[in-house]
T-cell receptor, first 112, second 116 residues
Framework: KQEVTQIPAALSVPEGENLVLNCSFT??????LQWFRQDPGKGLTSLLL?????REQTSGRLNASLDKSSGRSTLYIAASQPGDSATYLC???????????FGKGITLSVRP | GAVVSQHPSWVICKSGTSVKIECRSL??????MFWYRQFPKQSLMLMAT?????????EQGVEKDKFLINHASLTLSTLTVTSAHPEDSSFYIC????????????FGQGTRLTVV
């Protein structure tokens, strides 16, 4: 059974800092991995999608990497801003139309 | 990214009544939709998977007679909470995806259900 772990559960950093959020999964046989952002009381916003054949994806100040063999993904946020404060979840999918397995998320607080 | 619209964003209902939540994929045809429930400060709990034109597949422990899911078209799925009780109060989120290379999941904005 696939398990996705995100540690730590919460993180507080000063504005401007570059930071890395970690995600690990136990079964390397994944189809893709997706990073999401969730603001309080809101749905999930897709940030980056990495296919199993890819090593990384970039969008603006965000960069996500994937190392399937070691069961790890990282989300790199450059020059963090208070507006980046949210909960970040990673999720893996075993097949094209399969359900996602989520981590519990990392709640990020960026202090002005 | 693609847009998934969920309605209503919040609803308050009386105990014993039924509530319907709609999930629409606005700019793509969703072959599969997923319904999640989220408790405060918890991650998402998958309730069921629905494919257009067929019966939903419910996760273990989810009462299919209580949480009715209908996926009548490629752009619309509905979740009906029947005979709602206060313990059904929660945040419900839908997700839509379609089977193509690079399947990406898109989520609705969620529905806050409060049963009084």
């Amino acid at each position: 059974k696939q398990e996705v772990t995100q540690i730590p559960a919460a993180l507080s950093v000063p504005e401007g800092e570059n930071l890395v959020l970690n995600c690990s999964f136990t079964d390397s046989a994944i189809y893709n991995l997706q990073w999401f952002r969730q603001d309080p009381g809101k749905g999930l916003t897709s940030l980056l999608l990495i296919q199993s054949s890819q090593r990384e994806q970039t969008s603006g100040r965000l960069n996500a990497s994937l190392d399937k063999s070691s069961g790890r993904s990282t989300l790199y946020i450059a020059a963090s801003q208070p507006g980046d404060s949210a909960t970040y979840l990673c999720a893996v999918r075993p097949g094209a139309n399969s359900k996602l397995t989520f981590g519990k998320g990392i709640t990020l607080s960026v202090r002005p | 990214g693609a847009v998934v619209s969920q309605h209503p964003s919040w609803v308050i209902c009386k105990s014993g009544t039924s509530v319907k939540i709609e999930c629409r994929s606005l700019d793509f045809q969703a072959t599969t939709m997923f319904w999640y429930r989220q408790f405060p400060k918890q991650s998402l709990m998958l309730m069921a998977t629905s494919n257009e034109g067929s019966k939903a597949t419910y996760e273990q422990g989810v009462e299919k007679d209580k949480f009715l899911i209908n996926h009548a078209s490629l752009t619309l799925s509905t979740l009906t909470v029947t005979s709602a009780h206060p313990e059904d109060s929660s945040f419900y989120i839908c997700s839509a995806s379609w089977a193509r290379e690079g399947t990406e999941a898109f989520f609705g904005q969620g529905t806050r259900l409060t049963v009084v």
